[in-house]
């Protein structure tokens, strides 16, 4: 049972436009958000997150929305550029216990492609 | 500061053989997390350790162990080798204090198993 979805494998965005990357969960205790980008054969790299007590979180060109009622959340990417390009996860983790350490769980990831 | 890094590379084993994956954390941090990456499935959690203890573990055979070091070094370990193994493992570390700890991931151990 995948606990947290991204529907779409793949999506391409002409350079410049806004990439809406969408990632939607069942956990109802999540409650914290996190994305991370991959290049081929290196190591996700940590983008942004979002805490469930927050609606909204912005850094760059990265925006970072939550619906908690939906269970959906979403990367928002503006303006686009050509080194964008890479598989974008998004990952969501609840807290097992006091001071205990979260564990992480993936989507399976969106290939994002900008075209120039 | 040097970011996290795994050992080898790239590995090549037959079915039956086991193997030993290396990470070396960021400097400082105490949690590494071992992650399974295969086609179509994302990233899959394997374990965590923490201050040379196992904290959280994920649904993966006994045959997936791992340790920690005093020096917050990790390794992992696959013994009896399936077909199936094969894949892009990946460590993580953290501070590994819970809330808003992100990982920084290394760059991964690709293992094909003929």
């Known amino acids: 049972d995948q606990q947290v979805k991204q529907n779409s494998p793949s999506l391409s965005v002409q350079e410049g436009r806004i990439s809406i990357l969408n990632c939607d969960y069942t956990n109802s205790m999540f409650d914290y958000f996190l994305w991370y980008k991959k290049y081929p054969a290196e190591g996700p790299t940590f983008l942004i997150s979002?805490?469930?007590?927050?609606d909204k979180n912005e850094d760059g060109r990265f925006t970072v929305f939550l619906n908690k009622s939906a269970k959906h959340l979403s990367l928002h990417i503006v303006p686009s550029q050509p080194g964008d390009s890479a598989v974008y996860f998004c990952a969501a983790s609840a807290i097992r216990s006091s001071g205990s350490a979260r564990q992480l769980t993936f989507g399976s990831g969106t290939q994002l492609t900008v075209l120039p | 500061k040097a970011g996290v890094t795994q050992t080898p590379r790239y590995l090549i084993k037959t079915r039956g053989q086991q193997v030993t994956l290396s990470c070396s954390p960021i400097?400082?941090?105490?949690?590494v997390s071992w992650y399974q990456q295969t086609p179509g499935q994302g990233l899959q959690f394997l374990f965590e350790?923490?201050?040379?203890?196992?904290?959280n573990k994920g649904n993966f055979p006994g045959r997936f162990s791992g340790r920690q070091f005093s020096n917050s070094r990790s390794e992992m370990n696959v013994s009896t080798l399936e077909l199936g193994d094969s894949a892009l493992y990946l460590c993580a570390s953290s501070l590994g204090r819970g809330t808003g700890d992100e990982q920084y991931f290394g760059p991964g151990t690709r293992l094909t198993v003929t």
């Open positions: 400097s400082g941090h105490r949690s």
């Open positions: 979002i805490s469930s007590i927050k």
């Open positions: 350790y923490f201050s040379e203890t196992q904290r």
